[in-house]
């Protein structure tokens, strides 16, 4: 604000608003007197009157009445006046009076009401008797009076006051412009003149003012002037001389600059051509390494001696120690070159780390470590997010730990960090109790190709690109990838997971128990949190384990170290003393357990165990004692299973289905074929099934869209184990298909052993299937031996025999079938050629593939994969002369159609 804008409202406001106050308590005075005044006239005019009145209401003289009515009314210039008797008649009423409602009763002494516009007076009127001389009441006045003549004295004071005042501004205003004009314009002459000198005007002189205040800024002013001259001359003739030596600098940061573009642009190039080097050599590689590694599995098929087969799994491991290497330095460039793209799609946390934790079972088990997850109960589901890397990167912490830690335990907890609107943040942590790493290992961890010591991918393997490409992923993911360790004494990488949660929504419990009673005997505190935590959410009853009280179910773990000598009979002796049903916990694989009776029934559970098989177990165990079903989340949206185990079997080519019922149907085992996913679905909206082997490929849904329509059916379906068995897995698509919803892969043909395995694995049973060697047929001849030949035989009935799980007539019966469909398989192969249709030949391709691998036709099988796997990785200009190879082993199997009868 200006020195001159300050004046003025000094000299005009102060005396305005002074003015203006005094006008204010003036108007506010006056207005109160003058209402008193109307109250105490119009009071008195009616205590004088109202002797009268009450003499004339008692004489009941209305004339009398009205007369005294009419003079009080007209004199004192009322809106209205009203008397009444003392039953509350109106006797008397003159003017336009308000809508005021009657009191109930005489008033008691005069009341005056005040409103916006009128004054009500209410008097009571007493009359006396000449005899007692005692006053009585004979009713009341009510007189109302009109304010608004009030209200205009008052707008015309104010508007007098006002008319002042503007009147006082005006000349307050007049006097106040002449001083600030003549204080302020000196100063503002000052003002201008420092303003040029800002500017760089420095030839500029003030003429001196009378005042001695101002006269002394004018020669300052002046002074100042002058030296700004000086000063303008030196600094020109500085400014020219750092010009000078400016210029000269400058050059020769240019010429460095130059060099410094073309040094960064040469690296970035070559820094972008090594990363695409690095992508195409290792697809490249793992296109020749699919080739052996499927070499190496024909070649399993056919007659080995035992050192032979010994070299063959030596070549086979290393190629799957390659394959993995390879694989790391795929992902490895294709972050480094910016081509990764994450996915969006639910993800389920538990069933994610549940499929972890099998994944790393067997390597637990052969180190005897307890392997034991986390999940929070904070934690919703589903959440949104890419659930392929997510796994790649707990797979790999995971698979660290255990590396790295010889005994102890692995611990995976997954927490909530942050919920607000739509987006959740997980705190994901991993910790081992392993060999621990010191501050200077921890520095270098994530860098490519390093890890902590150099003697580690000797001792323990891998690449040390790990934990480079995962903490680049988390990055991707919008989180942050830790490590807090210590040498000696283990370690805990934590990574911070941001996710959506469009549809999230707290986790159901999986059982709803009637709060059984169950005692906990496990020593391992992890473990034992776990169990006890999930009981007590099902609705489970706690007992110590010095409790004397008799439990429902007996939870018992047994490491592996307790399972012999007096530890394991001193549990046997537990087992045996508790009555009612048991539910063990081993630490170990179902080939080194040693016998353990439960001599009041029970199960036992291999660690580490997944939430959804401890639920199936503690509802089943407990159902049994019980004698009826427990009420359950998973198990209420179907009716319960039959007796015995009810398989699945969804593939669209007939002889497969057929071979796998044949190999898996028995007394215990029911299957059902469903030749399509349609099928498949109609049959699970009716039915519940124990596991699901589903072919991938397939026309209309193929197995990995059948296998998602089935997860959402229910939440049983959600849970049921869906295996894939396929002729052919592409590197990176297994990932794939277990993040989709299935729970392994099997690959064709498919081996007795791991079937057995596989069945114990997913429903616990160990004898549905006879084992490998009671299959093969007694007194079955060997087929006659084929001449020595640069290829592989044309039928090899003992291989086939062996395929169909020892069963020669049904291998007969499947070379027949396979070989009625080559000609039209051949047919519809040209014409996809032809059409150049990469996709339907390789669909044409991929169903011989599988209907060949349980054929023994080895010639057929080995070509038709090789085809597959170069239709894969290559065009169709590539594959041509391995289809003209495959039509002749084709012919050639047709042609030994006549000799099978023979064999």
């Known amino acids: ?99 005021t409602p009657l009191p109930s009763r005489i008033p008691g002494a005069t009341t005056l009401d005040a409103s916006d516009d009128t004054l009500l007076m209410q008097m009571p009127l007493y009359a006396s008797t000449a005899s007692a001389q005692i006053d009585f009441t004979t009713g009341w006045l009510e007189a109302e009076a009109d304010l608004r003549p009030l209200t205009l004295e008052r707008y015309r004071l104010i508007a007098s006051l006002g008319l002042g005042g503007m009147l006082l501004g005006l000349l307050l205003f007049l006097f106040a412009y002449a001083l600030s004009r003549h204080a302020t314009r000196p100063i503002e002459e000052a003002n201008q003149a420092l303003y040029r000198l800002s500017r760089g005007d420095y030839h500029l002189y003030l003429s001196p003012s009378s005042a001695t205040e101002l006269r002394q800024l004018t020669l300052h002013i002046n002074a100042l002037a002058e030296d700004f001259q000086r000063a303008q001359h030196d600094l020109q003739l500085q400014i020219e001389q750092a010009t000078s030596d400016l210029q000269e600098s400058m050059e020769t940061i240019e010429e460095q600059n130059i060099k410094l573009d073309m040094a960064h642009r040469s690296a970035l190039r070559a820094n972008a051509v090594k990363s695409e080097f690095m992508a195409n050599m290792s697809h490249e590689i793992r296109t020749p390494l699919n080739g052996i590694i499927g070499f190496c599995r024909l070649l399993g098929r056919s007659t080995l001696d035992e050192r032979q087969r010994d ?98 335990e692995v611990v995976i907890r997954v927490m909530l ?51 480079t490409i995962s903490r680049q992923l988390v990055q991707r993911m919008g989180g942050e990838i830790s490590v807090e360790s210590e040498l000696g004494k283990g370690a805990t990488f934590s990574f911070t997971l941001p996710l959506l949660a469009h549809n999230a929504n707290a986790r159901p419990s999986e059982l709803a128990l009637a709060h059984p009673s169950v005692r906990v005997i496990e020593a391992h505190r992890p473990t034992r949190m776990v169990v006890e935590h999930l009981l007590q959410r099902w609705g489970a009853t706690l007992l110590t384990p010095s409790s004397e009280d008799a439990a429902d179910l007996l939870v018992l773990g047994i490491d592996t170290s307790e399972a012999s000598g007096e530890s394991l009979e001193q549990w046997r002796e537990t087992l045996h003393d508790h009555a009612g049903p048991a ?210 035989p044309v039928i090899d009935l003992a291989l086939g025999t062996r395929l169909a799980g020892g069963r020669q007539d049904l291998a007969k019966e499947q070379l027949k079938r396979l070989i009625d469909t080559l000609q039209e ?79």
């Not at 080895?858 to 085809?867: I, R, S």
């Open 1 to 99: 604000m200006s020195l001159n804008t300050r004046l003025l409202l000094a000299l005009l406001g102060i005396p305005l608003l002074v003015y203006g106050v005094m006008a204010a308590l003036f108007v506010v005075q006056e207005e109160a007197k003058s209402h008193d005044r109307l109250e105490e006239r119009l009071e008195m005019a009616g205590t004088l009157l109202a002797p009268s009145l009450g003499a004339a209401i008692a004489d009941t003289d209305l004339e009398t009445l009205e007369s005294l009515a009419q003079h009080f009314f007209e004199g004192k210039g009322l809106r209205s006046i009203a008397i009444f008797d003392e039953q509350g008649n109106r006797l008397v009423a003159l003017g336009r009076g308000s809508a």
């Open 311 to 408: 070299w063959l799994q030596h070549v086979h491991k290393a190629c799957d120690n390659l394959l993995m290497l390879v694989n790391d330095v795929l992902d490895f460039s294709k972050l480094e070159a910016n081509r990764l793209t994450l996915e969006e799609a639910d993800v389920d946390i538990v069933a994610l780390v549940d499929e972890v934790l099998g994944l790393h079972a067997p390597e637990a088990q052969r180190k005897q470590l307890q392997l034991v997850a986390m999940v929070y109960d904070d934690v919703p589901t589903p959440l949104s997010g890419d659930p392929l890397r997510i796994h790649q990167v707990l797979n790999n912490l995971v698979s660290n730990a255990l590396k790295f830690t010889h005994r102890g």
């Open 825 to 903: 398989s051949e047919i519809q192969m040209r014409r996809a050629f032809a059409a150049q249709n990469l996709g339907a030949l390789l669909d044409h391709v991929h169903a011989l593939n599988g209907a060949s691998r349980y054929c023994g036709a080895p010639e057929l099988a080995l070509t038709v994969e090789t085809l597959e796997t170069r239709l894969r990785t290559s065009d169709l200009a590539q594959a041509e002369a391995l289809l003209e190879e495959l039509y002749q082993a084709m012919a050639r199997l047709i042609a030994q159609r006549h000799t099978l009868d023979r064999l």
């Open 417 to 467: 960090d942050a919920y607000e609107g739509q987006h959740v943040v997980l705190d994901i942590s991993v910790s081992d109790s392993g060999i621990g790493m010191s501050d200077e290992q921890q520095q270098k961890l994530f860098s490519a190709f390093t890890q902590a010591e150099p003697s580690h991918s000797r001792q323990f393997g891998g690449s040390g690109l790990g934990l």
């Open 583 to 792: 539910l063990v916990l081993v630490n170990c694989s179902s080939f080194e357990l040693p016998a353990i009776a439960l001599p009041h029934g029970g199960e036992v559970i291999y660690k580490p165990f997944t939430r959804a098989k401890l639920a199936d177990a503690v509802s089943q165990l407990l159902s049994q004692k019980n004698g009826a079903t427990l009420p359950s989340v998973a198990t209420a949206a179907l009716p319960a299973p039959q007796s015995g185990i009810d398989l699945l079997i969804v593939d669209d080519n007939a002889p497969n289905r057929e071979l796998l019922k044949a190999m898996l149907e028995s007394q215990e085992v029911q299957v059902t074929l469903a030749e399509s996913g349609a099928q498949a679905l109609e049959y699970a909206r009716r039915q519940l099934f124990d596991l699901v082997l589903m072919d991938i490929r397939m026309p209309g849904m193929d197995g990995i869209q059948t296998t998602q329509a089935l997860r959402r059916l229910n939440k049983v379906w959600s849970r049921c184990p869906i295996v894939a068995v396929t002729a052919h897995v592409p590197s990176g698509e297994r990932e794939q298909w277990l993040a989709a919803g299935l729970d392994d892969v099997l690959v064709k043909p498919v081996d007795e052993a791991k079937l057995i395995a596989l069945l114990h694995r997913f429903l616990g049973l160990g004898a549905v299937l006879p084992p490998p060697s009671a299959l093969e047929p007694p007194g079955a001849k060997a087929p006659p031996a084929q001449p020595p030949s640069a290829r592989l």
